[in-house]
């Protein structure tokens, strides 16, 4: 197999004397979707945080496209084409939602690419269009999901890094989001997500991580572990194989 996008090895991750990753091995190739999934405190953050530089590490390393990123600041990662939408979204709240699309695209000198990329953003997010010239922290919380996600986007990234983008919404934005999750997925963007919502995110994915207590328990084809009976009675809510 090529050269994986991402490659973690040995990533151990401290906070205050508490060890929140204790080791973890995790890869991503280039055109996949892999899900990381498990409990709350299962160190899931904290893995995404260390890859985009915003979270130092104790040992181990982070590989991207081929190169070691220990001590890369996060602003250089975003060059590189490394993008993430953080859990709860982050976006500007006073800026409209053209100025936060804008916003994505500071790292880019094409100011004609960057219109069109807007619009493009417009078409697969046509909630956003509609309210172009709106304050962003007035919209709901799925919409402030959609704009997240359509502003990481508009920095051209080679893998997207989406941390838990249906928390707090309600299920019919839940769905919409992962329309567009699977949508970005098959326009050829590499995505690593972390989802609570197990069942959607396996769904979703090719391949997947269980996480638990800092260590990777579990990886494997999303659609075994969705039958895995370890699985569905840990995080699906089921018992069985039924």
Same mark, same amino acid.
């Given at each position: 197999m090529s050269t994986p996008l991402l490659s973690i090895s040995g990533l151990q991750v401290a906070y205050g004397g508490i060890q929140a990753v204790k080791g973890i091995d995790l890869e991503v190739h280039e055109g996949e979707l892999v899900a990381l999934i498990g409990a709350n405190g299962a160190g899931k953050t904290t893995t995404l945080k260390a890859v985009t530089g915003t979270q130092r590490w104790a040992a181990g390393d982070v590989h991207y496209r081929g190169e070691s990123i220990r001590g890369v600041a996060a602003h250089e990662l975003v060059t590189r084409g490394l993008a993430m939408v953080p859990e709860g979204r982050g976006v500007f709240a006073r800026m409209t939602i053209v100025e936060n699309l804008q916003m994505g695209a500071f790292t880019r000198r094409d100011a004609a690419g960057v219109r069109r990329d807007i619009e493009r953003m417009f078409e697969t997010f046509p909630r956003l269009k509609e309210r172009a *010239?709106?304050?962003?922290? @007035?919209?709901?919380?799925?919409?402030?999901?959609?704009?997240? =996600? /359509?502003? /990481?986007?508009? *920095?051209?990234?080679?893998?997207?890094?989406?941390? &838990?983008?249906? =928390?707090?919404?309600?299920?019919?934005?839940?769905?919409?989001?992962f329309e567009v999750v699977r949508s970005v997925s098959a326009?050829? @963007? @590499?995505?690593?997500?972390?989802?609570?919502?197990?069942?959607?995110?396996? &769904?979703?994915? *090719?391949?997947?991580?269980?996480?638990? *207590?800092?260590?990777? @328990? =579990?990886?494997?084809? /999303?659609? &075994?572990?969705?039958?895995d009976p370890r699985v569905r009675a840990a995080y699906l809510g089921e018992q069985g194989t039924s």
């Open positions: *010239s709106q304050v962003a922290g @007035t919209l709901s919380g799925g919409e402030q999901q959609m704009l997240a =996600m /359509a502003r /990481a986007l508009m *920095s051209e990234p080679k893998l997207l890094l989406l941390d &838990e983008p249906s =928390m707090g919404l309600a299920p019919i934005m839940v769905e919409k989001v326009q050829g @963007t @590499t995505i690593l997500l972390v989802e609570q919502n197990a069942r959607l995110a396996l &769904e979703a994915a *090719s391949r997947a991580y269980v996480m638990d *207590s800092g260590l990777v @328990t =579990m990886s494997g084809g /999303a659609r &075994e572990m969705l039958h």
